[in-house]
């Protein structure tokens, strides 16, 4: 389904799904795409789908419309396309295509097929592909193929220093350096645009072997706003004698000999630019007869890099805005899952408050412990709610001692028998009678166990006989396990919720779960070292096995010594 | 001789259940519930309550989507319905149907529930 994802303002991290042939754009709360900013008017624009594909339509706003940087009264949207209104910018993911099936067109045929007698002649790794503008020896120096080869591996080592990072001043370092290999620099810098002052930054600057490196790069205004209002790069050996110039003063006082300036003109946008100059002293230019330093060659190659960098700029900001904002809708829909169910604790607290208030008035101690009852239940539930927050939100180490497995599970289903009899549900335990001690974390396990074992509980109060769980333990020398199983007849669990099963704050019990009890267990069973799992089906139930590795506990493990090397 | 007033509670929530049940109880109040909307219709048609407070999570639909379903499925005469639901602002009341927001208080809506049964005629006791 077609989208509009909000990837700055303040409705970052929405998506809107684009659902109906007609949708408006606004402030107002009758627009399909609500937008809270100010700068939007209240009908702003609509998005028209027509003929698989929408079309957005400034509606006489305010402030405008806008897609991918141009000011657009209609325009029909493509994938990738950026469009903003008022301080809001929002990315349109496009209707899905039908794709035609090529399964029958292409085929990939094993080597027994008749009709593939196709043999490997030649093979290069990956590398090797660099080396395909190397100059060859036969290649006269200085001939035009030479400079088209040249050239080429300019871009190609550019096109590889900008695809394999995701930082910008890394990215933007590499480029100068490529730069500075390739062209006899003084100095260099590159400026990027500030998204918000509008204003160049300088991130990269750099200096050649044997320039003062302390020495301050003083690049002319002029220059800078004549490639930025231009969006054309610069090259001026002599800037007194270039009549593009005005005499200015800046330029007269710099005492620039050779310089270029370049747009980094991105796919929306010009993003920043790229300064490089170099000095040349007269008996330099004496000696070599007035050759320049830099040419139009130059020129056109550092336009060329200048772009690819900008769309490097371009797409690593954007990927980080699009982190942000599904950061920030996954915190917002993890603050909803969270309050929800606060709520209903807070409800529970509330309800058992107001029974022992009446029975306080009414001196009726039954009702005053009732609703203590119901104060204490719900206290254990923010403590559980709090104690799988924190398990789950930070990286721990299991505390690992030597611990009685059998116990530990022993002690939850003893726990829960209440809650199981309140459920009606049979709770049962059988105990692998050969368990040793082993190395674990006991109050981690408990957890986890615990955690599953509520979910049975609550899975056979639905089943539509008398509800059964059935919790074991079981020990696997040969294989060095230990697993816990969790059974119940309950209704099983549906096969398309089998993938969502450990997602954290996706749970199936609506508002009586938190979502984070079976995501809290695989967490703590990874930190073991073990895995959970299920089995289960429509109507026959589920199984969930705990397994961990078994480490024996040294007293265990002197007991079986004699054993093992008998 | 006035009928003794009945209240159909529809909640998932077994202690919401047990509060109301308790409270509306002691005040005269004859009542059923249903942790679920299914179980909650028939019981709405066999008993004819008269009025029936309805957790919208119990349906697993919108407050208002709740309300008209139950208006829906049940004939003639329809109950006063309040409907318990997460909403910022709660919708305006009308057609039979109430909206109260959670969290709440008992209290009051104790007191919204007996203001509902005396006016159509079936008032509590007084507690």
Redesign the interface.
Known sequence: MASLFVIRGNDQGVRFELNGPVLGVGRDSSNAIQLHDNEVSRQHAELRLVDNAYTIRDLNSSNGTFVNGRRVQQHRLQSGDQVQVGSTLMLFTGPLQEEENLSDKVDISSPLQQGDESHIVHSMPQREGSRLFDLQAEVPEGSWLAKARSNLQVMYRTALAVSHTLDIDQLLQRIMDLIFEWVEADRGCIMLIDPETKKLVPKVRRTRKGVRADEKISISKTILDYVLERNEGVLTTNAREDTRWNPAASILQLGIREAICVPMQGRYDVVGVIYIDTSTTPQEVLRKGGASKFTEDHLKLMIAIAHQAALAVEDTRYYSAMVQAERLAAIGQTIATVSHHIKNILQGIRGGSYLIEMGLAEHDESLVRKGWAIVEKNQSKISNLVMDMLTFSKEREPDLVPADMNRVVADVVELMQARAAECQVTLQYTQAPDMPVLVFDPEGIHRAVLNVVTNAIDAAAEASAPGVVRVATEYAPGECKVRVIVEDNGPGIPPEQMDTLFSPFVSTKKSRGTGLGLPVSQKILHEHGGKIWVQSAVGQGARFVLELPAVLGQTEAHSLAPDRTA | MVATPSVLIVD??E??R??LK??LE?RGVRTLSAGHIRPALRMMKEHNPDLVVLDA?AS?DAPDAACSLLSREKPPPLPRIVVLG?FRRPPPSGEGCDFVA??????PLIRRIEELLTAVGCGPRSA
């Open positions: 998932p929530s202690e919401t047990e509060v308790t409270a002691r999570e697993g997460s959670k969290p709440y208080h008992y209290g």
